[in-house]
Structure formats: structure tokens, C-alpha cells
């Protein structure tokens, strides 16, 4: 069997954009449209005020912080319309009145012509000065007794750290009693990379309940922190997504793939060689239990055989409990000669390897046999850390880098690859080939070129094991596909969905990597209710 998801049938994802390519090129699709920048803003107002009606019906009393620019004129649009439904709203302006310019100020005339700036409060330009103005500001948030809190400060543009008098009303907010919804963008969260800066996660950016986002997708919306500030995330497409797309080219996509999968399905006749076998080289002394998830996984997702060699001390462990992975040799030397090396469609490798000699000497045979007859390799953990050390460069292969990881690959800091993981799955796949996953919440896969986000997974998957999980996913997958890109982002999906069905079901907390087998073989074989 092949799986049918390829990318000549085009995996399911829509584009995601920068946020300067939002800027400077939402005016021509507005244009394209017919519409006005203004009537942009009304809509993108009157779409967040739907969208708070719809979650909070009930609400009777809104306060809505605005900052000077369009975001803020959204704001305003908002503050009239909650205003003409007899909704109580509080508007705090964190400039004076005479610093609103264009379509921002026509808004606020708007708001002010509707009669809500009898509860309005202007403060002082905060992005520079106004101790004073700032207190009064955190008096205001702390004293809102009323359901909701718009966070209308700052939009996509938005980069660097907030100010310190800013950081300060950022943190009531986000210690209030509230819910919360951001307009366009959690305020302090870049749109682009998804990178914050400050001291603390409070202090950092809006945490949101809700974000409604214009237009199309912005990449740093759905990876990285950005998922300790968004919440959930709702597109509003302003009748302009479209010709958006058409305008304006992309290698960036988030995934939308969703269950049930549309996969082949396996022949009345197939037998386990037609799967493929795949060799799984890991284990040291201490870490057993890493290279019996990897090899488990891949057998739950349908490896026809997998074998595993791991240090002596460990086959016993490795192989109680589950008799159907098959024990190889523990040397490079023992193992170049067996009939499970050479044998394997592909290797997966790193789980508990170490670091020690022996340990290169494997990874150095895996990667010349694979180059040799072209096999495929995942690799993952140790693996990586040895790959880091040379400058090997293979096309058949899948590397699976956690930030740290992906840090020492590309001999840079940790915070280089959080300031923007886009650049960095792209620089990893074009320095050392192939396809590289770069792990987090919003998980990205590259070819180097195309950067793909995935779309499932939860918090919960932050416990040992879960990437060792992954790679024996991925071998799996790519055992039994023709296109290395594709079987990635499907066992990436696969791999977040099996943890959010045990999460729905049992919740997050105390979620094992080894609780992913079973939901794994359902969705593969479309078996979840």
C-alpha cells in the first residue's frame, strides 16, 4: 500500500503571509475589490463585534483599549456599534486625540458622532512618557467590572517590546477577571515570527481568549509563543482572501488536514514485505524506553517489520512486552553485516544513541548505507547532536530538531530560532538536505523552500517521549509513501491529532507518549468516532 496523500494531489493548507506583505499589499486588494481602506476598517470592526456577541451574548459592558493607529480605529468602529445596541463601553485611548490620523481619526469621529465619548478616557502619548496617565490608565482596568476587554492597542505592524508604561496596562489586562479578545493580533506578539520580548509571559503581550485575524492568515499568528497569547484564532476574510492569494505568492502554508484521512487502502493479498521494514538504531545504556516508543510507533502506523538495535543491556527491555519488534546487532561492525541492516528500506536513528564512539561509528555506517542505495533516514535527538558536528548533507532524509536542537545545527542561540522559526526550518533543510520538522507548538516542516504549519497537537504533548513518538511515525510514513515532504506533514498531523483525542478525552495533564499508539492506528485507519 501507498499512501494516497502526496503532494502531486496537493496537500490540503491554505497560504500564510508576513505581516508586511499584509501591509503593503492590502490597500491594492482592497482596491481590487472596490472597497475603501475605510470601509476595511468598519468591516474588520462590525466582524470582531459579531464575533463578540456570538461568544458573549449576554455582555452588557465592554472596555476597549485603543491604541493610534488603524487597530485602534477597528476599536472605535467597534465601541460605536457596541454603543448603538445599548451595550455599556468604556473606551481608553492611550494617546491624545490629536495624535488619530486617516482612517483612524474618521473612526473615532464616528464613535464620538454615535455619542460613546462620554465614556471615553485619553491618556497621554504612553509609548514615551506618562507615569501618571499610565496609573490612571491600570485604575481604569482594574476597576471594570463588565464581561469583556478589547485589546485594539496594536496591529500587525507591530515589532520589538513593548514600552515599559504599555507592558504595564498589558499586565492588568492580563490579570483581570475578563475575557479577552484581539483585534487582528495579540498586542506585543509579532506577526510575523511570532516572537515576544519581555521579562515575563504576563508582561510580554495580550494573553487572548479569542483573536479574530483579517484578511488571511499571518504566519507568526499559529507558531511558536504565539500560542500562549492568541487563544482561540478566527479568520474573517473581509471578501478580499481571494484576491489576496491570487496577488500576492507564498511558500509559507498552514496545514488543514482533518480526519477522516483520505488514505489508500492495503490489498486483500498484501503481506509485510509490501510495508517495508524499517531498522531502528538507538537505546544506550539508561534509555531503553526511547527507542522502544520510536520502534512501536512505527509498527502501530504500519511498518511491515521493524527492527531495533540498541545496547545489549537494553534488548531485553526493548523486546518484553512487545515480541513483534525484532532485536539487530548492537555494533556498527555486527550490525553492518546483518541481514536487518541490509535488509531496511530505511533507518531512524538518534532515540537514546548517545554520544558516545560507538555511537558515531553507527550513525557514520546508517548515513553511508543510506547514501549509497538511497534509503531513507529520520533522523532525531543524538542523531542531530552528531549530525551538528559535520557537514554531512543527505536529500533522503527527515531531520526532527526541538529548538535546542535546531540551535547547535545551525551554531546560533536558542532565541535565534524563537526570533523567527520560519528562517530557521528553511536554513536547516538547505544546509544539511532533505526535509526538516521543526518541533513546537505549530510545528513547521521545510523542503528549504515551502514551509508548511501543522495544525493539531495541544500543550500536553510537552512529556518525555513524544518526539521519539514522532520519528517512529515519520519512518512509518515514509516507508510507505513516495513523497518524503508529505509523509512528514501527515505523520506531523497524525501525531498532534492521536495526542488531542486523549487530551479531549482525559485531558492534557499526565498525557504519555505511549498513549498515542492506539488513537494513532484509528486514525490511520479512520476508526475514530
Not at 538495535?309 to 512486552?321: D, E, K, R, Y
Request: proline share 2%.
Amino acid at each position: 500500500m501507498k499512501l494516497s496523500l502526496s503532494l502531486s494531489q496537493k496537500l490540503p493548507m491554505t497560504s500564510v503571509y508576513s505581516a508586511k506583505q499584509l501591509l503593503e499589499n492590502e490597500a491594492n486588494g482592497a482596491q481590487s475589490q472596490n472597497i475603501s481602506l475605510f470601509n476595511l476598517m468598519q468591516h474588520a470592526g462590525s466582524a470582531v463585534f459579531k464575533q463578540l456577541l456570538k461568544s458573549w451574548p449576554n455582555v452588557g459592558h465592554i472596555l476597549i483599549l485603543c491604541g493610534k493607529g488603524n487597530n485602534g480605529g477597528d476599536g472605535f468602529i467597534l465601541a460605536k456599534l457596541a454603543h448603538q445596541e445599548n451595550i455599556k463601553v468604556d473606551v481608553l485611548l492611550t494617546c491624545n486625540v490629536d495624535k488619530l490620523k486617516g482612517d483612524a481619526l474618521q473612526a473615532y469621529q464616528y464613535m464620538v458622532k454615535a455619542g460613546c465619548v462620554l465614556n471615553a478616557h485619553s491618556l497621554d502619548e504612553l509609548d514615551s512618557s506618562g507615569e501618571s496617565q499610565c496609573t490612571a490608565g491600570i485604575d481604569i482596568i482594574r476597576n471594570f467590572t463588565g464581561g469583556v476587554i478589547i485589546d485594539a492597542l496594536f496591529g500587525i505592524g507591530f515589532t520589538g517590546k513593548l514600552s515599559t508604561n504599555i507592558r504595564r496596562l498589558v499586565a492588568c489586562i492580563n490579570q483581570s477577571s475578563a475575557n479577552v479578545i484581539s483585534i487582528d493580533v495579540p498586542s506585543g506578539l509579532c506577526a510575523t515570527t511570532g516572537q515576544v520580548q519581555g521579562e515575563t509571559t504576563e508582561t510580554q503581550a495580550v494573553i487572548a481568549d479569542i483573536t479574530v485575524t483579517f484578511i488571511a492568515y499571518k504566519q507568526g499568528l499559529i507558531t511558536g509563543k504565539a500560542a500562549n497569547f492568541v487563544g482561540k484564532l478566527i479568520l474573517v476574510s473581509l471578501d478580499l482572501n481571494n484576491a489576496f492569494r491570487k496577488q500576492i505568492a507564498t511558500n509559507n502554508y498552514y496545514a488543514e488536514l482533518s480526519t477522516p484521512l483520505q488514505l489508500g487502502t492495503r490489498l486483500a493479498a498484501s503481506h509485510k514485505g509490501d510495508s517495508g521494514s524499517v531498522l531502528a538504531v538507538g537505546g544506550d545504556v539508561g534509555m531503553p524506553g526511547a527507542i522502544r516508543l520510536a520502534g512501536e510507533a512505527a509498527l502501530r502506523c504500519g511498518a511491515g517489520l521493524v527492527s531495533v538495535s540498541c545496547h545489549p543491556q537494553n534488548q531485553a527491555l526493548v523486546h518484553n512486552g512487545r515480541p513483534e519488534l525484532m532485536l539487530a546487532p548492537s555494533t556498527a561492525e555486527l550490525l553492518r553485516k546483518s541481514q536487518q541492516f541490509n535488509k531496511a528500506k530505511g533507518f531512524l536513528i538518534g532515540s537514546g544513541l548517545g554520544r558516545s564512539f560507538e555511537a558515531e561509528q553507527l550513525f557514520s555506517l546508517v548515513y553511508e548505507s543510506s547514501n549509497k542505495d538511497n534509503k531513507f533516514m529520520v533522523v532525531d535527538a543524538d542523531g542531530l547532536a552528531l549530525l551538528s558536528c559535520s557537514n554531512r548533507n543527505y536529500q533522503n532524509w527527515v531531520l526532527t530538531p526541538h529548538p535546542k536542537e535546531a540551535a547547535a545545527l545551525l551554531n546560533c542561540e536558542v532565541a535565534d530560532i524563537e526570533a523567527d522559526r520560519f528562517k530557521a526550518v528553511r536554513s536547516i533543510a538547505e544546509k544539511y538536505g532533505g526535509i526538516c520538522l521543526l518541533k513546537g507548538a505549530g510545528t513547521l516542516i521545510s523542503d528549504g523552500q515551502v514551509v508548511l504549519i501543522n495544525n493539531s497537537g495541544n500543550a500536553g504533548m510537552a512529556s518525555g517521549g513524544m518526539g521519539d513518538v514522532l520519528s517512529g511515525v515519520i519512518s512509518a510514513l515514509v516507508l510507505q509513501s513516495e513523497d518524503l515532504f508529505s509523509a512528514t506533514c501527515l505523520a506531523a498531523y497524525i501525531h498532534g491529532a492521536a495526542a488531542d483525542i486523549i487530551a479531549n478525552k482525559n485531558g492534557q495533564r499526565g498525557l504519555l507518549a505511549s498513549d498515542l499508539f492506539i488513537p494513532l492506528q484509528q486514525l490511520l485507519n479512520d476508526k475514530v468516532n
